[in-house]
């Protein structure tokens, strides 16, 4: 006979094993709220459709001081506004509940909004080491009719790369000329040693008769071509999480401890600029990305 108030030992491990699991996927989701890989909205609309789930499974108090800028001391302030007990669950929130602390969220942490007009200039960037490049590769593959616009680069060629295919391999002299000549839409210095630039005239000649044209740059380069061209669509790639991310930049361990505190710290103040762009795509599976890169061309 089965004595449900003391179940057998095998049970008791299995099920301590799973609430091991559920109090990590709760720690990961916690650090990709912290990072800004996912937005706390998000994270509550993850809680409404599953409160089993991880994030359904969050304490309201965790998930106040996951989010960058909330303290202990404005989480209890905030819990106290909206009349919401700390030991609720982001999953066990009342309809009300869960309504007031949306509107807290969209009022305090605005969601982009996605654009209304269309455009045909797309620009994607995102964080290093989210797969930008790849991505971009796959649009191009699919896409025969999109421009992947080829960039002036004074960085060496490395071993596979050809001139004027993956870049445009010009010496500094040449990088000041095509400056001072106006032939570049944006230009930067990427990770404090060489200089890229998105050439305009292919640009230009591209949009013009009709195409769609694809630029994968930084995020200063993002930031210019939207002062340059404002209706331009710029897309943000996003892990799809922040410990996927980390290992993909540090995963291989060549580095030196301080080498990946630096490049963990970059990809914390990358993500921050999320909320500068017009769109996201989560980069889970590189061709469902690429679609949905390409369903945002006008
Ligand atoms: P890599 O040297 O590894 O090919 O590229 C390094 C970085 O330069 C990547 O983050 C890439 O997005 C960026 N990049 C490539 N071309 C351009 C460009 O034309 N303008 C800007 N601003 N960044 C670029």
Not at 142 to 149: A, T, Y
Not at 246 to 252: A, E, I, M
Not at 262 to 281: M, Q
Not at 282 to 293: G, L, M, P, T
Request: aromatic share 4%; glycine share 6%.
């Amino acid at each position: 006979m089965v004595d449900s108030t003391h179940p057998p030992e095998v049970d008791r491990v299995a099920a301590s094993r799973k609430a091991i699991a559920a109090r990590r996927a709760r720690a990961s989701l916690k650090r990709d709220v912290a990072t800004r890989v996912i937005t706390p909205q998000e994270m509550l609309r993850r809680a409404a459709a599953d409160p089993q789930s991880a994030a359904g499974t969050m304490r309201v108090t965790e998930f106040l001081t996951s989010i960058p800028a909330i303290g202990e001391g404005k989480r209890d302030r905030i819990l106290a506004s909206l009349r919401i007990s700390p030991v609720k669950r982001l999953g066990g929130l009342g309809s009300r509940q869960r309504a007031e602390l949306r509107a807290f969220l969209d009022d305090r942490l605005p969601e982009p909004q996605p654009r209304a007009g269309r455009s045909r200039l797309i620009v994607l960037a995102g964080p290093t080491a989210v797969g930008k490049g790849t991505v971009a590769a796959r649009i191009a593959a699919d896409n025969p009719g999109i421009l992947l616009s080829v960039s002036a680069t004074t960085r060496a060629p490395r071993p596979g790369e050809v001139d004027g295919v993956h870049y445009h391999f010009v010496d500094d002299a040449e990088f000041d000329r095509l400056i001072a000549d106006g032939e570049l839409l944006e230009h930067a210095t990427v990770h404090n040693s060489f200089r890229y630039g998105t050439p305009r005239a292919p640009l230009e000649a591209a949009l013009a008769d009709g195409r769609t044209a694809l630029l994968e740059i930084d995020l200063q380069g993002a930031r210019q071509v939207r002062a340059a061209a404002p209706d331009a669509t710029l897309v943000f790639l996003l892990p799809p999480s922040w410990d996927e991310l980390v290992d993909r930049l540090v995963g291989r361990g060549t580095e030196d401890a301080d080498e990946r505190a630096r490049r963990l710290r970059t990809a914390r103040v990358e993500l921050a600029a999320r909320s500068e762009f017009d769109h996201f795509v989560v980069n889970d599976d590189v061709s469902r990305a690429a679609a949905e890169v390409v369903a945002l061309a006008g």
